[in-house]
T-cell receptor, first 112, second 113 residues
Framework: SQQGEEDPQALSIQEGENATMNCSYK?????LQWYRQNSGRGLVHLILIRSNEREKHSGRLRVTLDTSKKSSSLLITASRAADTASYFCATDSGFGNEKLTFGTGTRLTIIP | DVKVTQSSRYLVKRTGEKVFLECVQDMDHENMFWYRQDPGLGLRLIYF???????EKGDIPEGYSVSREKKERFSLILESASTNQTSMYLC????????????FGEGSWLTVV
């Protein structure tokens, strides 16, 4: 079963604009991570936020986490054409073997 | 630099064939995973392993088996390939320590005809 559901499924914006993607999950988590996937390639880790954190920044990325609403958002500021990719959230419950459960992803297209 | 290597990038197999997908990691990670990725369904966990010779079923293990004889290698086996197993398969690894990044291979595109 899918723990995370990203919203929207697809997003197209002009280069330079900000892109916001959301992730909702169902059960309690220990950590939430965001990954990026270029077309036809493997996934690459972007950022991790722990359940006791509310916001985290990394370069042009900003992630928020609201555990009361079981949701997270990923904001990419000043988007570039190279940001075109699919973005996935992944959660783990923190028990033992760290199985990560991924959402269905948001396909982001940056229009030059 | 960390590396997860999947031996085959593109494969075409016939229905009923036995298929092996191999994955090797060079980071001495305890945990290894096999995911399947299909449009609209995201990544679904097939099997994972948290130690040599140890395995656990993921969300969609039917039709698959795995082997982990050495720490660095995790193999996915399709005992009798079927057309509904046509998909992108992703191998990944991570350290056992909680909250660590998971590292992915580049994926194996399998077509069963």
């Amino acid at each position: 079963s899918q723990q995370g559901e990203e919203d929207p499924q697809a997003l197209s914006i002009q280069e330079g604009e900000n892109a916001t993607m959301n992730c909702s999950y169902k059960t309690s988590i220990n950590n939430l991570q965001w990954y990026r996937q270029n077309s036809g390639r493997g996934l690459v880790h972007l950022i991790l936020i722990r359940s006791n954190e509310r916001e985290k920044h990394s370069g042009r990325l900003r992630v928020t986490l609201d555990t009361s609403k079981k949701s997270s958002s990923l904001l990419i500021t000043a988007s570039r054409a190279a940001d075109t990719a699919s973005y996935f959230c992944a959660t783990d419950s923190g028990f033992g073997n760290e199985k990560l459960t991924f959402g269905t992803g948001t396909r982001l297209t940056i229009i030059p | 630099d960390v590396k997860v290597t999947q031996s085959s990038r593109y494969l075409v197999k016939r229905t009923g064939e036995k298929v092996f997908l191999e994955c090797v990691q060079d980071m001495d990670h305890e945990n290894m995973f096999w995911y399947r990725q299909d449009p609209g369904l995201g990544l679904r966990l097939i099997y994972f392993s948290y130690d040599v010779k140890m395995k656990e079923k993921g969300d969609i293990p039917e039709g698959y088996s795995v082997s982990r004889e050495k720490k660095e290698r995790f193999s996915l086996i399709l005992e009798s390939a079927s057309t509904n197993q046509t998909s992108m398969y992703l191998c990944a690894s991570k350290p056992r320590v909680t909250g660590n990044t998971i590292y992915f291979g580049e994926g194996s595109w399998l077509t069963v005809v």
